[in-house]
């Protein structure tokens, strides 16, 4: 089963639309495995965005990620990645489609309220910086069969 890192940006956390991001996402029928409120410190912050090091943005970025408090969960689920980045919209909110987070929540680049990996391998990746394998839960829901095309 797909997992997926889902940060709840701290603009989204100022803004009190930690309920309204996750959940959206909830309502796909992905199931949320682990979850906290969390401060990201620049080291943490530098091995989470390292593919963008060498970006203009980046300083820009670190500054803000590592601004107040995120929130970090982890969704499971078939193809968790793709359902989420679909939920999410595209980066920047003025190509984010109405009905999109990004599209009805954000208008700028730099604060565009959450982030969510975008492929299998990033996931992983990301996951293990920010969880131990110990706060990840496997239960059951009892709604499962009607969410899960199982045969
Ligand atoms: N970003 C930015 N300026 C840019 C490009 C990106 O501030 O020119 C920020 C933006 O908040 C984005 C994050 O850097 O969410 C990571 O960029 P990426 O291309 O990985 O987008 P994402 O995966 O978040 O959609």
Do not use: C
């Amino acid at each position: 089963m797909e997992r997926t890192l889902v940060i709840v940006k701290p603009d989204a956390v100022q803004r009190g639309l930690i309920g309204e991001v996750i959940a959206r996402i909830e309502r796909t029928g992905l199931k949320l495995v682990a979850l906290k409120l969390s401060k990201i410190d620049r080291e943490t912050a530098h091995t989470h965005y390292q593919e963008h090091v060498n970006k203009p943005f980046f300083q820009g970025l670190v500054n803000f990620i590592t601004s107040g408090p995120v929130v970090l969960a982890v969704f499971e689920g078939p193809n968790a990645v793709s359902i989420v980045r679909k939920t999410m919209g595209a980066t920047n909110p003025v190509d984010s489609v109405p009905g999109s987070i990004r599209g009805d929540l954000a208008i700028s680049l730099g604060r565009n309220v959450i982030h969510g990996s975008d492929s299998p391998e990033s996931a992983e990746r990301e996951i293990s910086i920010f969880f131990s394998p110990d706060e990840i839960l496997s239960y059951e829901r009892a709604i499962d069969n009607w969410i899960l095309e199982r045969d």
